[in-house]
């Protein structure tokens, strides 16, 4: 077998794949991260890093870069359920605030990030298949070339080749249950994340960039057909629910064009020999709790450490990977669950009402649904019967 140039190459170089690189690059690792975009390049997001994403940056050192674009911090999260709203903070003492920048913005970051830490980048290539030696992986081959390496890293999305080429058996899958659509309105001011829940509707509104707002909207994925035609049409029927927010909006204007996507839900076994994956080539969950990129960032920090582990020889592959899954799914599987529950769409029921109701006003309790929301608490501390109980009793 030829010996590997490489420790790790990384294939994907967006919110998973850069980071994985950069932090793998810093223990001294050698590391090739290839993507087939350019960079800056727009892809379609929810843009929003929750408190725990905007955390992992301060710890990389990013986040004054990112503050640096002019992306508002957010510091409040509103749920309007229609007959009443629950606002409250969604971050910590140390990490207090969401941003939502744009991704040609972000991803510049995390890129130049990586290439400061000594990882090799090629842009615009595209890996055409995996090496195998032997049913284990050990390099790739695209542009004419083949590179080597101890392991090779999915970080290349939904469609990921990797997973693709190795066959990730997914568990815990299902359909698409929503479809999105969104743009950038500007005379619309907000320094809240602005999360509206309807029956069969829901959106969401967050500053970002030069003075604009992001505006998502969204409808179950069985109508997609129904509506494919009239997206516009469809968003300001479904915004007509709110009659305050209808009238913001009617005074804003949109800058740019409606796009939009529709998101599968999975696991997949993230790692085999010789390979692995990271972000969502290895976990997608549909976009209404905008968790993406926040657990991109976390999953890269995970796959870092069980890197190391193995290719320092502290610990064998298997089991160094076996960890990564784990901890990747405790931390994510309940999220994930609430997920699905939330983009069902379906109006709540009598004791969720009844939660819901028994908090509103209450501050604290509703700083605790904040937090629930954008990750900072796992659902089973916050639906634990004791912490019910205090917070309705304020």
Same mark, same amino acid.
């Given at each position: 077998?030829?010996e590997?140039?490489?420790?790790?190459?990384v294939?994907?170089a967006?919110?998973?794949?850069s980071p994985?690189a950069m932090?793998l690059?810093?223990?001294g690792y050698?590391?090739?991260?290839?993507?087939?975009?350019?960079?800056?390049?727009?892809t379609?997001s929810?843009?929003?890093?929750h408190?725990?994403?905007?955390?992992?940056?301060q710890?990389?050192g990013l986040?004054?870069?990112?503050?640096?674009?002019g992306?508002?911090?957010?510091g409040?999260?509103?749920f309007d359920?229609?007959?009443l709203t629950l606002?409250?903070?969604?971050?910590?003492?140390?990490s207090p605030?969401?941003?939502?920048p744009?991704? =040609?913005?972000?991803?510049?970051?995390l890129?130049?990030?990586?290439?400061a830490?000594?990882?090799e980048?090629?842009?615009?290539?595209s890996v055409?298949?995996?090496v195998?030696?032997?049913?284990?992986?050990t390099g790739?081959?695209?542009g004419?070339?083949?590179?080597?390496?101890?392991?090779?890293?999915?970080?290349?999305g939904?469609n990921?080749?990797?997973?693709?080429?190795?066959g990730?058996?997914?568990?815990e899958?299902?359909?698409?249950?929503t479809?999105?659509?969104?743009?950038?309105?500007?005379n619309l001011p907000t320094?809240?994340?602005?999360?509206?829940?309807?029956?069969?509707?829901g959106w969401?509104?967050?500053p970002t960039?030069?003075?604009?707002?992001?505006?998502?909207?969204?409808?179950p994925h069985?109508?997609?057909?129904e509506?494919r035609?009239?997206?516009?049409?469809?968003?300001?029927?479904t915004?007509?629910t709110?009659?305050?927010?209808?009238?913001?909006i009617?005074?804003?204007?949109?800058?740019?064009?409606?796009?939009?996507?529709?998101?599968?839900?999975?696991?997949r076994?993230?790692?085999g020999?010789?390979w692995?994956?990271?972000?969502?080539?290895?976990y997608?969950?549909?976009f209404?709790?905008?968790?993406g990129?926040?657990?991109?960032?976390l999953?890269?920090?995970?796959?870092a450490r069980?890197?190391?582990?193995?290719?320092?020889?502290?610990?064998?592959?298997?089991?160094?990977l076996a960890g990564?899954?784990?901890?990747?799914?405790?931390?994510?599987?309940p999220?994930?669950?609430?997920?699905?529950?939330?983009?069902?769409?379906?109006?709540p029921?009598?004791?969720?009402?009844?939660?819901?109701?028994?908090?509103?006003g209450k501050?604290?309790?509703?700083?605790?649904?904040?937090r629930?929301?954008?990750?900072v =608490?796992?659902?089973?501390?916050f639906?634990?019967?004791?912490?019910?109980?205090?917070?309705?009793?304020g």
């Amino acid at each position: 077998m030829t010996e590997a140039t490489y420790d790790v190459i990384v294939v994907g170089a967006r919110c998973a794949g850069s980071p994985l690189a950069m932090l793998l690059a810093r223990q001294g690792y050698r590391v090739l991260l290839l993507d087939r975009q350019t960079f800056p390049s727009d892809t379609v997001s929810t843009h929003v890093i929750h408190p725990p994403g905007a955390s992992a940056l301060q710890r990389w050192g990013l986040l004054d870069q990112v503050v640096a674009t002019g992306c508002p911090p957010v510091g409040r999260y509103s749920f309007d359920f229609g007959p009443l709203t629950l606002a409250g903070a969604p971050g910590t003492p140390d990490s207090p605030y969401a941003y939502a920048p744009r991704r =040609t913005l972000l991803d510049k970051i995390l890129l130049d990030a990586a290439v400061a830490a000594g990882v090799e980048v090629r842009e615009d290539f595209s890996v055409e298949e995996l090496v195998f030696d032997d049913g284990k992986v050990t390099g790739i081959r695209g542009g004419g070339v083949t590179e080597r390496s101890r392991v090779v890293v999915g970080a290349d999305g939904r469609n990921s080749v990797v997973a693709k080429a190795v066959g990730a058996p997914a568990y815990e899958d299902h359909a698409p249950l929503t479809v999105g659509y969104y743009s950038y309105w500007s005379n619309l001011p907000t320094d809240t994340f602005e999360a509206y829940s309807r029956p069969g509707r829901g959106w969401a509104v967050c500053p970002t960039n030069d003075g604009l707002t992001l505006v998502i909207g969204g409808w179950p994925h069985a109508e997609l057909a129904e509506h494919r035609d009239d997206v516009e049409a469809t968003l300001m029927e479904t915004f007509a629910t709110s009659p305050a927010f209808t009238e913001r909006i009617r005074d804003a204007k949109r800058e740019e064009r409606i796009v939009g996507a529709s998101v599968p839900n999975y696991f997949r076994v993230p790692f085999g020999d010789g390979w692995a994956l990271v972000g969502d080539a290895g976990y997608s969950r549909d976009f209404i709790t905008a968790q993406g990129i926040t657990d991109a960032f976390l999953d890269a920090e995970h796959l870092a450490r069980a890197l190391d582990e193995t290719l320092s020889g502290t610990a064998p592959f298997g089991e160094a990977l076996a960890g990564y899954q784990s901890r990747r799914d405790a931390r994510a599987m309940p999220h994930y669950q609430m997920t699905l529950g939330i983009a069902s769409l379906q109006p709540p029921d009598e004791q969720m009402i009844g939660l819901v109701s028994a908090i509103a006003g209450k501050q604290p309790a509703m700083d605790a649904f904040a937090r629930l929301n954008s990750g900072v =608490t796992p659902p089973a501390e916050f639906f634990a019967p004791e912490n019910i109980g205090k917070l309705v009793a304020g």
